[in-house]
């Protein structure tokens, strides 16, 4: 058995069904991520897998057991969780938010110590936010405000780290940067990451593992080069597209079809032109 799996849970909110009947395995050292459209419910089955949303049936199992049986502060010495939206405390600066993420390793027979703060110091420079320490967070960009709540996440250095969305609010650049990041812990020191990523040619990229999804379902998993085809991601997506290999990593590249030129929207009017 891997060490995050779901069995048959129905997922929702209230009354609103989002997933039914779900299951799936994490792969253990693997960097998953999840994709599909707006509302498929991959955020959903990260929230339950991270312990934030309990099945309305099913379970979800860590290490063998059920998740929510667990107490809170041994699940995240195991598992740490970047979710899509963070507010800070008001007036905190960089470097006690980074902090933070110790908090799952201390206790009345261990307090703060030089490891902790360098697993902060080292934290904070992977992510490019090692000059910030010192400021507060509310003053920061959005972009700059991610890699802060992204170098938390791995100051707890959990074997298992789940991230929502963690490119959001990043420009291209720093895109690649959190990504390339994430991959780096994934090889060197075996962390199972599990993302969920909206740009399904970063996913196809970067994953080890992919799972589509689709209305609740999942349509397909395995590897990128296994799964990702033309006729996946039209049945997922609604887009017709070419897949072609990546020239710069020969993994699967999602081309969409273009419009056809010199469609005019019904309707409109032509414009005269000339003096």
């Excluded at 060490?3 to 048959?8: K, N």
């Excluded at 598992?79 to 799952?104: F, H, N």
């Excluded at 707890?156 to 940067?177: A, F, G, N, R």
């Excluded at 999942?218 to 039209?234: D, K, N, Q």
Aim: charged share 20%.
């Amino acid at each position: 058995m891997q060490r995050l799996t779901a069995e048959s849970v129905t997922l929702g909110y209230d009354q609103r069904v989002i997933a039914e009947n779900l299951s799936v395995e994490i792969p253990d050292h693997s960097f998953t991520v999840i994709v599909g459209p707006n509302a498929c419910g991959k955020s959903t089955l990260l929230r339950a897998l991270s312990r934030m949303l309990k099945p309305a049936r099913g379970r979800v199992l860590l290490d063998g057991e059920t998740i929510h049986s667990l107490p809170a502060k041994k699940v995240a010495r195991t598992l740490g969780l970047l979710p899509q939206s963070s507010i800070a405390p008001e007036g905190i600066t960089v470097a006690d938010l980074v902090a933070r993420g110790r908090y799952p390793h201390q206790g009345l027979l261990r307090q703060w110590s030089p490891e902790d703060e360098r697993i902060v110091e080292e934290s904070m420079a992977s992510t490019g936010i090692g000059a910030l320490g010192d400021r507060y967070v509310d003053e920061l960009s959005g972009g700059q405000r991610q890699r802060v709540w992204i170098a938390m996440a791995l100051a707890q250095q959990t074997p298992l780290l789940l991230l929502d969305e963690p490119t959001t609010y990043l420009d291209i650049q720093h895109q690649i940067d959190v990504l390339d990041l994430c991959a780096e812990l994934h090889e060197t020191q075996g962390r199972t990451l599990v993302a969920v990523l909206h740009d399904l040619n970063h996913a196809a990229r970067y994953a080890t593992h992919l799972i589509a999804m689709r209305e609740g379902e999942i349509i397909a998993e395995g590897a990128p080069g296994e799964i990702v085809t033309a006729e996946l991601v039209e049945r997922v997506f609604g887009l017709r597209c070419q897949v072609i290999p990546d020239p710069e990593t020969g993994t699967p590249l999602v081309i969409p079809a273009a419009r056809k030129r010199g469609a005019r929207v019904a309707g409109a009017v032509p414009v005269a032109g000339g003096a």
